[in-house]
């Protein structure tokens, strides 16, 4: 292990992507509901279209343009769009609401349990996902991730890349931030958290996106980040444990 | 299981005195640090005194004296008057801080991993003390209790018996009041509970106080609240897990 992350006290986790894999997941449910229902709808499309109402969605929470608003919200918001747009209609509130949380009902990628209950043995785990308390809770019940502690946007109001987000990390948890690994799949994320002084961890996720047009999986060399890895397990590794 | 409790998806629990043991712990570190330091005292009373500096300490935030400060800062303050009082000098900063972290030390009672093994099985399981989030992360890594979430006081500013601490569990799991039962030793705790919607269960702790000038712990007849338990496991059966 390089000497300076032997002072990591804790790794937090980006998690829609880098602990789970939310595609395959919606796209899998939704389909079954939708045979279910007798819909013929391109699921795929339908998934990756919510998708890509995320960032908007949280944008307008970011400049304030509406009021705090957690994932959960933001993502039933998204649905009705999507529900209008593909005029799929007469659904009850209960319905909406369970479609909603299809988000708290991901799969993790297969290394992700056990890299992360080896992490466990060294370090304080938790997510630091724009996911809301509620949401990653039952995320981590369905998919049985062994967190330590649930750090969330709606404990501080802000979502990531805010400052505030990753700063929230070593506030809570009574940490220096060099003592605090941002563990993600996205530069982005990692690049913000390195800004407010935290480790960073990359873990390569090649099939996020499934080749669909959300984007291309970020890759990262060696020396990019304190830790440049190919799975969980290989983070595990990294980190001496 | 009473029909009541079927809808039942959070068990919260305080936890100093209810799930760990915090005075045979505390005396246990005292004596031997205080050996080592070759201290003549009485560590039992010292123990004692700093437990019941406790109470006087988070009131002086509750009625808004002192600006939001978290326990384990509480604990630092109240162990700073032990020190002058017992005459102990001379004591380094890291030495000062580690001590008034004792209380993130704490051995849980022989049947509290178990029964919170069971109930997690069962429904979302968290603290709902007024240890802080790093406290509470800290006392389950070292314990090996298994929670789910850590719900704290500096989430919402607020010590039990406010009520927008007992309040703080169902909005963050996104639940209804009677969805979240809140678990504890002590009366008080669990009637503040109950004035806010949430279920309760009460654990019969005797040997809390040890037999000393704190209290008597307090007793419950069946009928008193949701469920009467004499242990972390008779509450996990009585909850059908």
């Not at 060399?221 to 969980?232: L, R, T």
Request: with cysteine; charged share 25%; proline share 6%.
């Amino acid at each position: 292990m390089k000497p300076e992350l032997a002072n990591v006290k804790a790794c937090v986790f980006d998690t829609f992507g880098t602990v789970v894999d939310w595609r395959s997941s919606v796209i899998a449910e939704a389909g079954s509901w939708g045979k279910a229902k007798g819909l013929n709808i391109d699921w795929v499309e339908f998934t990756d279209r919510w998708r890509l109402g995320y960032l908007p969605a949280m944008d307008q929470v970011r400049k304030g343009q509406i009021p705090w608003t957690n994932l959960d919200d933001l993502n039933r918001m998204t649905l009705e769009e999507l529900l209008k747009q593909y005029k799929i209609e007469g659904l009850s509130e209960e319905e909406k609401t369970n479609w909603a949380q299809v988000w708290r009902r991901l799969k993790p990628w297969p290394d992700s349990v056990e890299g992360l209950g080896r992490l466990k043995k060294k370090c304080i785990i938790s997510p630091l996902s724009n996911g809301n308390v509620a949401l990653m809770t039952n995320l981590a019940k369905f998919g049985g991730l062994p967190w330590d502690v649930i750090l969330a946007p709606d404990l501080v109001k802000h979502y990531k890349p805010d400052r505030e987000m990753y700063l929230s990390a070593p506030f809570y948890l009574d940490l220096k931030p060099e003592e605090v690994m941002m563990c993600a799949a996205h530069v982005f994320d990692l690049r913000a958290a390195r800004d407010c002084g935290l480790r960073t961890g990359f873990i390569y996720r090649p099939n996020e996106y499934g080749g669909g047009p959300i984007g291309v999986p970020d890759e990262a060399k060696p020396g990019d980040f304190d830790v440049v890895a190919v799975s969980m397990i290989d983070l595990a590794q990294q980190m001496g444990t």
